[in-house]
């Protein structure tokens, strides 16, 4: 069973330096110095936002999250990307929006509908 749990997360990656406070060993009067310097971008462009996954049969895909991450956006993603899977998840606001519990419930995830599906079918040819 382990093998078909999914666990996913996002987060910020810095493309230029660090979100955090750095401290450095250096002597008087060298503070300004480049290599006492971490390089900065003005005006955003400095960071992207990704979601990824993995099991315990490797990484799944990473997926760049444009703008803000919202319950639309995740469940986009939900869509593409976990339908092979058991899927766990932290309790981020997002994944318990509505439209987010609304994909959990859709019937074409339900792989019994798959089943009466086909049973129809063969019934039809009958």
């Known amino acids: 069973m382990w093998k078909k749990v999914l666990r996913s997360d996002e987060t910020k990656i810095e493309l230029f330096g660090h979100n955090a406070k750095q401290y450095v060993w250096r002597k008087s009067n060298t503070a300004h110095h480049p290599e006492h310097t971490i390089p900065t971008v003005k005006h955003g462009g400095g960071s992207i936002m990704v979601w990824a996954c993995f099991s315990s049969a490797g990484t799944g895909k990473m997926v760049k999250i444009d703008g803000k991450m919202?319950?639309?956006k995740y469940r986009?993603?939900?869509e593409e990307n976990l339908l092979e899977f058991i899927f766990q998840?932290?309790?981020d606001p997002k994944h318990k929006a509505k439209s987010t519990m609304e994909w959990?419930?859709?019937k074409h995830l339900n792989p019994i509908e798959n089943?009466?599906?086909g049973a129809e079918y063969f019934r039809k040819a009958l």
């Open 70 to 72: 919202d319950g639309a």
């Open 76 to 78: 986009t993603i939900l």
């Open 89 to 91: 998840q932290d309790n």
């Open 115 to 117: 089943l009466f599906k």
């Open 104 to 106: 959990f419930t859709n």
